[in-house]
């Protein structure tokens, strides 16, 4: 395996100003072929996920490392990309961040994607870099603090190799894809990751903290609650990472104990941090609120009422015909996915397979198709598990 260690045209200045950024757009409208992009977050730093790094690689056009925290508004590289695909590397988690600067490509070629569509064991890109291209890509620098100004030579340096053979990647993944018999599913899931739309809110996404589990009575999960809610008022206006605030040991501890002071509070080990004793009284706050309310506004522990199914363990109890249908169906999907070396949740998403398996429309394949449409699998995922699905579920009538 050949490392990495320089991008071919040596690390490019930070575009940071209007001026370099229209020369930027002029020099990708006069490339040519597909453009390679990137995104850098500060997760775990700061809060939420905005993009603090867009590194941009065309044919003919050479490489750009653009600073979107002093250029807010993108969408003149938008717009000198018009018509031409996009290269990224799992797509859906860069999307996002690139929509809010404005930029939003016309097609996408996502080389995470379309491992997985080959079966590769390992799906990162360094892993998939250096399977396809045997050339060695360092990510020794993929968890830093990318909101740093200036941002350090040697993490430019990095930032300019994650793009430097994406194309290339992109043009070998392409080939497999086609010698497989997998572009046109390939093609589908692209479309799908580039329109998806926003992920909706997450309902009591307090319910999230980590060791909830642990928590028995309603009265300490408005503890729990309140203190989530604290600490994601207090990271969105000091923009860090909730983690970093407070963390969910902390949460779970306090409620597991129950304060009554706020020396109770910071006699917790979780609360022996210099930071967190620092804001001890803001922490203490909260807990009160939760130890004030009356029962009637304390949360459920079952959680809010959803469409979801039950988890699937509870499905023999509650609808042994259900759970027999979960059985064949995800016996099914898993014998086609290995058929066709394919990840099972790749060939259909495992929400889907149970909501198709907990409420299903009807055994005819006519029903089955219907359902799984209307739940966003693509027409090749259609074509090849509704057929079976539909059987196997006629001989469990």
């Not at 479309?191 to 009575?217: F, K, M, N, Y």
């Not at 969105?236 to 009554?260: E, F, K, N, Y």
């Amino acid at each position: 395996m050949t490392p990495l260690r320089e991008p071919a045209d040596g690390v490019p200045d930070v575009v940071e100003t209007p001026e370099a950024l229209a020369a930027a757009a002029a020099a990708l409208v006069a490339g040519t072929g597909p453009v390679a992009v990137d995104a850098e977050r500060a997760s775990g730093y700061r809060y939420g996920q905005r993009t603090y790094l867009v590194q941009l690689r065309r044919e003919g056009a050479g490489t750009f490392l653009v600073d979107p925290v002093a250029l807010p508004d993108l969408s003149s590289l938008s717009e000198a990309l018009r018509g031409v695909e996009w290269v990224l590397h799992a797509a859906s988690q860069d999307l996002p961040g690139l929509v809010e600067q404005q930029m939003l490509p016309d097609a996408v070629f996502d080389t995470e994607l379309a491992a997985r569509l080959l079966g590769m064991p390992r799906v990162g890109l360094a892993a998939v870099v250096a399977d396809v291209l045997g050339l060695g890509l360092a990510k020794e620098h993929s968890a830093v603090d990318w909101s740093t100004r200036p941002l350090p030579r040697d993490w430019l340096l990095y930032a300019a190799l994650d793009v430097e053979v994406l194309v290339d990647l992109r043009r070998e993944l392409g080939a497999r894809l086609e010698a497989a018999g997998k572009a046109e599913w390939a093609r589908q899931e692209f479309e799908a990751v580039r329109t998806a739309p926003p992920a909706p809110p997450r309902v009591d996404p307090w319910r999230r903290t980590s060791g909830l589990q642990t928590v028995r009575d309603p009265r300490r999960l408005a503890v729990v609650r309140a203190l989530w809610e604290a600490r994601e008022a207090d990271a969105r206006h000091r923009d860090v990472s909730p983690g970093r605030v407070l963390p969910d040991a902390a949460i779970i501890a306090a409620a597991v104990a129950l304060p009554r002071s706020v020396a109770d509070l910071v006699a917790l080990r979780p609360f022996a941090g210099k930071g967190t004793r620092r804001r001890a009284a803001q922490w203490f706050a909260a807990v009160e609120r939760a130890l004030a309310l009356p029962d009637a506004a304390l949360p459920t522990m079952r959680g809010p009422r959803t469409d979801a199914p039950p988890p699937p363990r509870a499905w023999a109890d509650r609808d042994p015909a259900a759970a027999a249908r979960l059985a064949a169906a995800r016996a099914v999907v898993t014998a086609l996915a290995e058929e066709h070396d394919l990840p099972v949740e790749n060939l259909l998403q495992p929400d889907l397979l149970r909501r198709l398996c907990w409420t299903p429309p009807g055994a005819d394949v006519d029903a089955v198709t219907g359902f799984l449409v209307a739940g966003g699998a693509r027409p090749w995922q259609v074509g090849l598990v509704a057929g079976p699905l539909s059987a196997a579920f006629v001989t469990l009538q």
